[in-house]
């Protein structure tokens, strides 16, 4: 059974600081990887798609790896700023189209 | 992009009753669909699969006469919450697949009071 963990559960940063979130998974068979955004209240906001021929994918500030031996996908977000603020999800969705959801990250991003 | 939809976006209830939330794939066929549930401050946790003509896959611990799950047609899948009691109140989000992805529903919060 995949089991996927998110570290670290919460984190807080001055504005304008680089920051990297770390997502491990139990088995490497997987068929991609997908980091989302949940704000408060609100549904997931898909943030970046590596399929599991991939080693990272990159949108504007943010930047996900993904080491498939090793079981590691990270998240890293440049230049951080207040509307970064939310709960970061990362899901391993397996050949059969299941998804796993970590238990996300809520990171707080100070003015 | 592809997009999902999910209606209502939220509903409340009384204890007892039936509710049935609908997800639909807007512009592409999806023969599979998946159910998840959020409580909160918690993650996604995957209810069901649903496939297209044929019965539902519910994961371990989720109860199918419960959580009725139809997927009629290429666009459109239900999952209706019977007997609904306070503890089944929670964000249900349903998701599309596509060949290379899938794509996430805004998600309907369900009160039952």
């Known amino acids: 059974k995949q089991e996927v963990t998110q570290i670290p559960a919460a984190l807080s940063v001055p504005e304008g600081e680089n920051l990297v979130l770390n997502c491990s998974f139990t088995d490497s068979a997987i068929y991609n990887l997908q980091w989302f955004r949940q704000d408060p209240g609100k549904g997931l906001t898909s943030l970046l798609l590596i399929q599991s021929s991939q080693r990272e994918q990159t949108s504007g500030r943010l930047n996900a790896s993904l080491d498939k031996s090793s079981g590691r996908s990270t998240l890293y977000i440049a230049a951080s700023q207040p509307g970064d603020s939310a709960t970061y999800l990362c899901?391993?969705?397996?050949?059969?189209?299941?998804?796993?959801f970590g238990d996300g990250t809520t990171l707080t991003v100070k003015p | 992009g592809a997009v999902v939809s999910q209606h209502p976006s939220w509903v409340i209830c009384k204890s007892g009753t039936s509710v049935k939330i609908e997800c639909r794939s807007l512009?592409?066929?999806?023969?599979?669909m998946f159910w998840y549930r959020q409580f909160p401050k918690q993650s996604l946790m995957l209810m069901a699969t649903s496939n297209e003509g044929s019965k539902a896959t519910y994961e371990q611990g989720v109860e199918k006469d419960k959580f009725l799950i139809n997927h009629a047609s290429l666009t459109l899948s239900t999952l209706t919450v019977t007997s609904a009691h306070p503890e089944d109140s929670s964000f249900y989000i349903c998701?599309?697949?596509?060949?290379?992805?899938?794509?996430f529903g805004p998600g309907t919060r369900l009160l039952v009071l």
């Open positions: 998701s599309a697949r596509a060949p290379e992805t899938q794509y």
């Open positions: 899901a391993v969705r397996t050949n059969a189209g299941k998804s796993t």
């Open positions: 512009d592409f066929q999806a023969t599979t």
